[in-house]
């Protein structure tokens, strides 16, 4: 997977499922090697900044932030306080203000062998150094069967945002797409997305449109042998 933001002067990074690679000097360089990686974001406010996630359901999660362009990386521990392994899918920097982050996560607050995943959206007021639990929606809170997917945010300040959930316990195996119109502080779920061959939903991404917050695309892809969907809102959701 290769990660690149908007500009020629942002850096590129590329990852492997265990390391972050960067693209400098015209080779490839190994940045850091981590336990798993699922996304890299790069901050629009300042290039130098990105987050790393790497998820994982059985052990303590944690991301990886680099403050200098790419150069060093370290890991973050997400929520240390949380009872039970912590899966951090998603960390998305702030389009607006630098020191503001967003990250879904899922945590088992009942391990092995019952398995409780509660699904969970934190904030961060210092670029990603501490974390409080945002969502205060109890279907977005307190879940067995929801877990949290991507989450993408408004060009004109996180007025909007968009957090999108997989039930993975048959028959009920859709995807729900949840929306905040007051930076977080609570949820409103705006549309569902049924499977369409009957599998679990498996990777799922959400980009909202830079000069339209109505205008929302979203990949399904289900697991098994399942279809990848495009799907497309024109009406926020």
Known sequence: ???????????????????????????????????????????????????????????????????????????????????GPVSVHDVYPDPIEEDVVWATAMVDSNPAPQFTYNSRIYQSLDQGSTWAVSNTNAELAISSVLRPQEITISNDGHKILYVENSEAIAPNRVARVHRSTNGGSSWSLVNTFSSVS?????????????????????????????????????NGG
């Open 198 to 234: 009957g599998n679990i939903f498996g990777d799922t991404m959400l980009e909202m449109s830079v000069s339209d917050n109505n205008r929302i695309l979203a990949s399904v892809q289900e697991t098994g042998g399942g279809t990848l969907t495009i799907r497309e809102s024109t």
């Open 1 to 83: 997977q290769l990660f690149t933001a908007n500009a020629i002067v942002y850096p590129i990074y590329a990852i492997d499922g265990a390391n972050i690679y960067q693209f400098t000097g015209g080779v490839w360089v190994l940045r850091q090697a981590t336990a798993g990686t699922d996304h890299i974001r790069i901050s629009s406010v300042n290039p130098d900044v990105a987050f790393a996630s790497a998820f994982g359901v059985d052990s303590i999660s944690q991301f990886y932030r680099t403050t200098n362009g790419g150069a060093t990386w370290s890991a973050i521990t997400l929520d240390p306080a949380a009872v």
